[in-house]
């Protein structure tokens, strides 16, 4: 698995120092991308109008925190794979024309 991670990094023009090798962590269970939808926060201005009719501003409660599968109930892992890559060029990034500041 680390000789693919070597050859695609090359394909990018970088070279892996193996003075520190490959470290290895997990497993991990897998997770699942969702999508966090936040609800609009009214200003007390805004609110001002519904509070003097009576309304009730209360938390709605909830989490957007997920659930883990326990470690042994999980049937797909991932696992972490990091190494040292170096290159000899410094990468330097600059901004669209449409995102510099004057």
Known sequence: MAELFVR????QGWVYDNRWGFRMTGPYPTIEPVTI?????LSAREMLPYVA??????DQGGTVAG???RLGTSESWEYELAGVFVRDTVLV???DL???MV
Request: aromatic share 4%; no cysteine.
């Open 8 to 11: 695609d990094m090359a394909k």
């Open 37 to 41: 939808h936040v609800p609009r926060r």
């Open 53 to 58: 009719q009576g309304v009730r501003f209360l």
């Open 67 to 69: 659930l883990m599968p």
């Open 93 to 95: 990034e600059l901004p």
């Open 98 to 100: 449409h995102e510099e």
